[in-house]
């Protein structure tokens, strides 16, 4: 079943639109996302892939999740939340699901596998069962496992459960990756569509000294003349 899967994603390889990730997902010697290897395949593919092979068990995801190749993870991690997703009652099934996406954070490994996969697995568990596991990885010295800290978090606020994220966001507030400002500041943002207040409440105090890409992120549904004054440190 493993093999048929890599082909099928072999056939739909696009040779050009993989030179065009490979900058994209900044793959260069020293670059965030550093050899990775890109097929070339559009997500939606890549879904109809998963949905195909819905049914492969964990060790056969593991070794797509192995794979160097950006596509075999990603599909991998497509087919891991569609089986959390399917388990509605086995309260040990989706453990197990769930502590098999932690094992494999180092394999997570660009910011796209994260967003798309992470808060319906360890958003989704961590919400339902409770843990310090959200805390935990934004203590990290890893970015991508401080990334599914605050990315899980949008589990928790499309419940408009915004304790936790905030403290998240507090945890990762002078991160110094860009990618980390961007995450913070997309779920703040996510907030306030929910709560306008409680995020200006947040950023008050923080505003001034927070990221900068960080706070536009945050503000970006905000008013025009509000973001100015936020920007200019009026407000």
């Known amino acids: 079943m493993l093999q048929s899967l890599i082909s099928d994603l072999q056939s739909l390889a696009n040779p050009e639109k993989a030179k065009h990730l490979q900058g994209f997902f900044k793959t260069r010697k020293g670059e965030y996302g550093e050899g990775d290897i890109f097929l070339g395949i559009i997500v939606p593919k890549q879904r109809e892939i998963a949905k195909k092979y819905k049914n492969i068990p964990l060790n056969q995801v593991q070794k797509l999740l192995n794979s160097k190749i950006h596509e075999h993870r990603m599909t991998g991690l ?18 197990q699901i ?37 805390r935990d990885l934004a203590k990290s010295q890893d ?4 990334r599914i800290a605050m990315v899980s978090t949008y589990a928790f606020i499309k419940q408009k459960r915004l304790g936790e994220p905030l403290a998240i966001a507090e945890i990762l507030l002078n991160d110094k990756h860009d990618l980390i400002h961007k995450a913070v500041g997309w779920m703040l943002r996510e907030i306030g569509k929910r709560n306008k207040n409680i995020l200006e409440l947040f950023l008050t105090p923080r505003y001034k000294t927070m990221p900068r890409t960080m706070l ?17 440190g009026e407000i």
């Not at 536009?216 to 200019?232: D, G, Q, S, T, V």
């Open 216 to 232: 536009r992120y945050a503000i970006e549904k905000f008013p025009k003349e509000e973001r100015k004054k936020y920007l200019k």
């Open 98 to 134: 769930y502590e098999f996406y932690l094992k494999n954070t180092q394999n997570i490994n660009n910011w796209d596998l994260v967003d798309i996969t992470c808060h319906h697995i360890v958003g989704d568990f961590v919400l339902k069962d409770g843990s310090d596991t959200l």
């Open 143 to 146: 970015l991508w496992e401080k």
């Open 78 to 95: 497509i087919i891991l939340t569609n089986q959390y997703k399917k388990v509605k009652i086995n309260k040990l099934l989706k453990r």
